[in-house]
């Protein structure tokens, strides 16, 4: 293990050259064409199976060591966010209103430097790596396109990995859990319909304003009265949006938002009510309530034998870290479409100095991290590999 982490320093120049230039030219879900490219052609220079247009831009590679053995997925995402960058980093986004907010051009950097690392090892491996370079992991489907395309078949992994740079918490900081670690997500859209009317006339109108007011209200009592103080989950009304001038009152209302949950049976009950408040207090107040649900993905669960090896790796390698066993997130992520067929361990790396002021928020425009990250996510990956596929 201390030879992975001393060749994932070495190999940092090449990491960290590879992330800056992801970091230049971000490219947005489903439409990362250019790093797609980048990552076929050094897969393809370390003699491995390459397949690409998977899902339309994901990339496949297989690595066989030299022995037979499990198959190990490692899955690495390589979408950028629609979001204009304010970090002032002399590796910033060249792409006017896109950039890398998430940390996904490290993973993306990261995997291609485990393929170099376990390549040079893989006499040492008795079994197959399988790198999976997803698309649009930002809520538009990728790991599922990639699933419905056969990622999971040819060779069928019995193991997933994946990781994600967390700039919650600090370099130095792992975050590894059994169970359930992301939380399951739905997106919402409720369009409400009244009767609009000039304003200083409102009792010729039916104003669905009030009655999506009343609605929003109602929503936050799910959390609150119907759900378990020992449970845990999210109703958030993050969008409304009604008329345009001051003295109209308009014929409907929009209001959008996410749900989130980490148990089915918890899930299920927000659903039934959140239909029952939506419909019911419109139609109290003489409004139609239609209603759109959309799942993006369930929750993420780690299997406890898998995420205990990588917890004594992480504690091996990095003895002076702290191994988090118990933290959670209400953040989701489509990796759980492959975890879901497949047992694994999705972990974190912290990644935020901020004695650098490299700690902006996920998805927002001053997002960055310490790249110092990079090597010590590169060996862990490499490490629990190798320890998975030994002799």
Known sequence: MDSFLKEAREVFPFTQALRRDFHCHPELGFQEVRTAGIVARQLTELNMEVSTGIADTGVVALLEGSRAGPVVLLRFDMDALPILEETGAEYASQVPGVMHACG??????????????????RNELAGTVKFVF????????????MVSAGVLENPKPDITLAL?????KPLGWFGI?????MAASEIFRVKITGRGGHGALPNLTIDPIVAA???ITSLQTIVSRNVSPLDTAVVTVSSLHAGEAFNVIPADVEIKGTIRTFKLEVREMILNRFQEIVEGVSKALGCVAEIELKKLTPAVRNDLEITQKVKEIAAEMFPE????T??????????????????????FVGSANHKKGLDGAHHSSRFDFDEQALPVAIALMASVVANLLKS
């Open 321 to 324: 870290s702290q191994v988090d």
């Open 134 to 145: 997803q698309p649009a992991e930002e809520g538009l489907g990728g790991a599922e396109g």
């Open 177 to 181: 859990t059994p169970g359930p670690i």
């Open 213 to 215: 007011t009343q609605v």
């Open 164 to 168: 994600h740079l967390w700039n919650e």
């Open 104 to 121: 996904h051009d490290g993973h993306t950097a990261i995997g291609l430097s485990v393929a170099r690392l376990l390549h040079d090892h």
């Open 326 to 347: 118990s933290f959670c997130t209400m953040g989701s992520e489509d990796m759980a479409y492959m975890m879901e067929a497949i047992p694994g361990c999705y972990f």
